[in-house]
């Protein structure tokens, strides 16, 4: 079952993702990401009416207050990635959150790798080279270089390493409350937070326009489903098994920038896109 609620979580990330995008084109990334979860709010709140409030111990507070600037600084980085950069070269170094979790994870939940994982990551190197593998005519390290300059990719890889510890700390969280509950207080948590910040670099002003309503109400309803179905899987299973079927919504994203996006060189991104895929399921095999 978690395998399948994985599933849906990337599906449904992808789809959020392809949405945000598309909406980016025309207003602030910080107001998309407050509309985001203004939209989820429903479906948040909802789900009080289905599970039951578990009682919170001091653990769970802590890691709440420890990752809630986490994950408001990675929601602000992955909309200005997603607007500035193509989404088949930013979405992809999502891969690399696995990467990280070999620290991160054994750090904070004992969490030990095999040798395979250094296979793994070698996969995943090479998956992110490929993805810029046209440029290397000019110069052997061109591909590397052509990451570092956009600024898309590089924003994406910083949202890979803070999702290594938010993953981490929201599988403790789950252990000290429950899965549903968890997904839905702590994001509500997050919009309270973030409302200020957006309203401060939204000029003063977070007015919804009567045509926003329905494309913001679609990526609300997928971005909350996302929600419920990560907490859900992730509370079945190790975090990094979790998050490697999580990850196959990169290439559900590459998909999305070639028919929805018109994005070019799709085939040697869905190449480098496959093969970082192929690096963190060894990583989660060898775990």
């Known amino acids: 079952m978690w395998i399948i609620f994985a599933l849906l979580t990337a599906l449904t990330l992808s789809t959020s993702d392809a949405l945000t995008k598309r909406a980016l084109s025309s207003r602030n ?16 709140i909802g789900t009080f009416v289905f599970v039951q409030i578990p009682s919170l111990d001091a653990t769970f507070w802590i890691v709440v207050v420890c990752s809630l600037p986490l994950e408001i600084a990675a929601m602000i980085l992955y909309t200005k990635a997603l607007k500035i950069s193509p989404i088949s070269m930013t979405v992809p170094f999502l891969a690399l959150t696995p990467v990280f979790l070999i620290i991160t994870s054994n750090i904070l939940l004992g969490e030990k790798v095999s040798p395979y994982g250094a296979v793994g990551i070698i996969l995943m190197a090479i998956g992110a080279y490929a993805l810029n593998i046209h440029k290397i005519r ?11 300059r956009e600024k898309g990719s590089v924003m ?6 803070i999702f290594s510890i938010t993953a981490s700390l929201g599988k403790l ?3 000290h409350s429950s899965p549903v509950f ?22 003063n002003n977070l007015t919804i326009k009567k045509e926003d309503i329905k494309p913001l109400a679609f990526i609300g309803l997928t971005f909350s489903c996302m929600i419920i179905f990560h907490m859900i899987s992730i509370s079945m299973t190790k975090v ?5 079927v999580k990850r196959t919504s990169l290439l559900f994203s590459i998909g999305f920038g070639y028919f929805l996006f018109k994005e070019e060189k799709i085939a040697e991104k869905a ?17």
Do not use: Q
């Open 29 to 44: 990334e910080y107001f998309v990401a407050w509309a985001r979860l203004v939209f989820s709010l429903p479906v948040f």
């Open 138 to 148: 000019h110069d052997l390290l061109e591909p590397l270089k052509a990451v570092l």
């Open 156 to 161: 994406m890889i910083i949202v890979a390493f």
């Open 173 to 175: 969280a789950i252990e």
């Open 182 to 203: 968890f997904g839905s207080f702590y994001f509500i948590l997050v919009l309270i937070c973030f409302t200020p910040i957006a309203y401060k670099m939204n000029g």
């Open 240 to 244: 990094a098994y979790m998050i490697a």
């Open 271 to 287: 190449l480098g896109g496959s093969l970082m895929l192929a690096g963190f399921i060894v990583i989660v095999l060898g775990r």
